[in-house]
């Protein structure tokens, strides 16, 4: 635990999924709050809660798990925020801190703006991790440890409030930087949602072979099979939501993807190996960048035990 004095009072975590839960255990490990209230929409998840003793509170009442909080974060899909917001905003404390971890900021801040109460500060938020599995058992401590996350203030959000914001998240062990949503949607749409679209499609592709069982596809799984069936386990609402609330720029880099796509198949056609060795060795490169700045491991095989055998 950490000896710093925690930066709030009281947490409110609503949705106790991947990210609330490890933003819940995370706090406490980090000593950032002094209190944490949960508040989930099923009865079942507030149970499981209590029995793990992530939050001091999980009663399953709302305006309790509010009550006194100085910082209330949203955890819940994209799609649904508006109306969480909605039922949030009657017992939301003046001056506190409301903030989410949506990962489509344009759609959130216009969902959410017009539900908060005067004296209320609005700070979006997206934590640039997770992993494919959902659910308050899911989370852990060290989830957000050397991973990015974006804040979105609007215009007139109080800096002040925007600067505790990002120190509560430094706490959690993550790097922090502001962008507008406008730019953060863009970018994420790059480097999260076509890459989940990409292994969804491709995945859907190979359930749905008629000259090769899917049988043989579990069977003969190979890395880079495997590893898009990794992302393709994902939570299905959240990317719904995703998709759905990031339609232009998710539609625009996927345009953009589809005319690489055609370049790439005109080389092959073309048996310009040249033109497929040059771009194969940008596109390590890129590689190298990310394990670089250490937001990936440069193990063999992503770093996953084999127990001494070869992989």
């Known amino acids: ?28 490990a980090r000593n950032a ?15 499981r809660v ?76 997206h934590p640039l991790a997770g992993t494919e599995y959902s659910g308050p058992d899911s989370g852990f401590s060290t989830l957000f440890e ?12 109080d800096a002040g409030m925007v600067e505790v914001t990002a120190e509560f998240w430094k706490r959690l062990g993550a790097k922090v930087e502001a962008t507008t ?32 069982t899917q049988s043989e596809v579990i069977k003969f799984s190979a890395s880079g099979f495997r590893d898009f069936t990794r992302i393709a386990a994902s939570d299905p609402t959240m990317w719904r939501d995703v998709f759905l609330h990031n339609k232009d720029a998710v539609l625009d880099m996927l345009g953009r993807f589809n005319a690489d796509l055609k370049s790439l198949q005109g080389m092959i056609e073309q048996g310009d190996g040249q033109g497929l060795f040059d771009l194969f060795t940008r596109t390590r490169a890129i590689r190298k960048g990310i394990v670089e ?14 127990d001494g055998k070869a992989p």
């Open 293 to 306: 700045q250490g937001q990936d491991t440069a193990a063999p095989d992503f770093g996953r035990p084999h």
């Open 33 to 47: 709050v002094r209190e944490i209230a949960a508040y989930d929409a099923s009865p079942q998840v507030l149970a």
């Open 146 to 157: 050397n991973r990015w996350c974006l804040l979105t203030p609007t215009p007139d959000t």
């Open 181 to 212: 949503p406008e730019h953060h949607d863009l970018a994420l749409a790059v480097t999260s949602h076509l890459p989940h679209l990409i292994a969804f499609n491709i995945v859907g592709t190979a359930a749905h072979l008629e000259t090769v």
């Open 50 to 125: 209590r029995e793990l003793g992530i939050a001091d509170d999980a009663s399953g009442d709302l305006s309790s798990a509010l009550a006194g909080a100085d910082l209330v974060i949203l955890c819940v899909p994209v799609g649904s925020i508006g109306a969480v917001a909605r039922t949030c905003a009657p017992y939301l404390e003046r001056g506190a801190i409301l903030s989410d971890v949506g990962s489509v900021k344009g759609s959130v801040t216009a969902q959410v703006a017009p539900h908060v109460p005067p004296g209320v500060h609005f700070v979006p938020a």
């Open 1 to 28: 635990m950490s000896d710093a004095a925690p930066l709030f009072n009281k947490l409110c975590l609503i949705g106790l999924g991947l990210i609330g839960s490890s933003i819940a255990r995370a706090a406490r």
